[in-house]
Nanobody, 124 residues
């Protein structure tokens, strides 16, 4: 049984920072990569960032502002979010993929396990 639990969301002013955490338990050895997605009000779920080993990938809108990292000893993935903007407001989800891909997938359909989400609200 796999469980992903996100934490670290909250309310922050534009220009501020938050760090999200995703603690994984269960068959974590089956993960090839982990990612972060977000879903704003009335919007589809969109890819934010992913990490596989030492390789990272970001959607263009967060490059230079967000940093994804992992701590294998703690089975935890982090998303450091700096210079936050109101358009970053969304529920942020952690996801894990157990399949190998030649290219890091950005579609939510490719990911096998999901957390419950954590709300991030950026005020202007």
């Amino acid at each position: 049984q796999v469980q992903l639990v996100e934490s670290g969301g909250g309310l922050v002013q534009a220009g501020g920072s938050l760090r999200l955490s995703c603690a994984a338990s269960g068959r974590t050895f089956s993960f090839y990569l982990m990612g972060w997605f977000r879903q704003g009000p009335g919007k589809a779920r969109e890819f934010v960032a992913a990490i596989s080993g030492s390789n990272t990938y970001y959607t263009d809108s967060v490059k230079g502002r967000f940093t994804i990292s992992g701590d294998n000893a703690k089975n935890t993935v982090y998303l450091q979010m700096d210079s936050l903007k109101p358009e970053d407001t969304a529920v942020y989800y952690c996801a894990a993929d157990t399949a190998w891909h030649r290219l890091i997938p950005t579609s939510a359909r490719e990911y096998d396990y999901w957390g419950q989400g954590t709300q991030v609200t950026v005020s202007s």
